[in-house]
């Protein structure tokens, strides 16, 4: 079972009608291409009916994230104690830099945040899960191991 936030469950349901609304769009379009006559050479008909088929994957993958993940409760975390949804300020033991990392369940995929995404998943969300401030986490990279120090939970 996987966690997600309150607010990724919002987001995912938003995607769901997103794609849900392009239902009629993509069989006006696969209409129109069909009138245009033999469907053996017709690029368009090909495409809509790609469309078609790429959007209801989506639909079914998003449906099936909902009906497996489950909504964390986040009135239930220990203050103090690093858990979904958290935004944490890391202190690399090796050159003192920070960084402010966000433990999610799913990715955004957005970029432009302040906080660097990291899913549960992961091997830094999962050391960083359940950990507390002024904590040495160990986290094994691709690059090697690398040790970050729990700074702050704001």
Same mark, same amino acid.
């Given at each position: 079972?996987?966690? %997600?936030?309150?607010?990724? *469950?919002?987001?995912?349901? *938003? ?10 769009? #993509? ?7 069909? +009138?245009?006559?033999? #469907? *053996? ?6 495409? +809509? ?23 964390? /409760?986040?009135?239930? %975390?220990?203050? @103090?104690?690093?858990? #979904? ?9 090796? $050159?003192?830099?920070? /960084?402010?990392?966000? #433990?999610?369940?799913?990715?955004? @995929? ?14 830094? @969300? ?13 986290? $094994?990279?691709?690059? @090697? ?10």
């Amino acid at each position: 079972m996987e966690f %997600i936030t309150q607010e990724e *469950k919002q987001d995912l349901e *938003k995607k769901l009608k997103q794609h849900e609304s392009q239902r009629p769009v #993509l069989s006006q379009r696969i209409a129109e291409a069909r +009138a245009l006559g033999d #469907l *053996k050479e017709n690029a368009d008909y090909h495409a +809509a009916r790609e469309d078609q088929g790429l959007n209801e994957a989506e639909i079914r993958r998003i449906q099936q994230k909902l009906k497996d993940a489950s909504v964390a /409760d986040e009135s239930h %975390i220990p203050e @103090g104690i690093v858990f #979904l949804g958290s935004v944490v300020r890391l202190r690399d033991t090796e $050159d003192n830099s920070e /960084d402010l990392y966000k #433990l999610v369940g799913q990715a955004s @995929g957005r970029f432009d945040a302040d906080e660097i995404e990291v899913t549960t998943s992961s091997p830094m @969300g999962e050391a960083l899960l359940k950990a507390r401030v002024g904590e040495t986490i160990k986290v $094994d990279l691709p690059r @090697g191991t690398k040790r970050f120090e729990i700074a702050e939970i704001l």
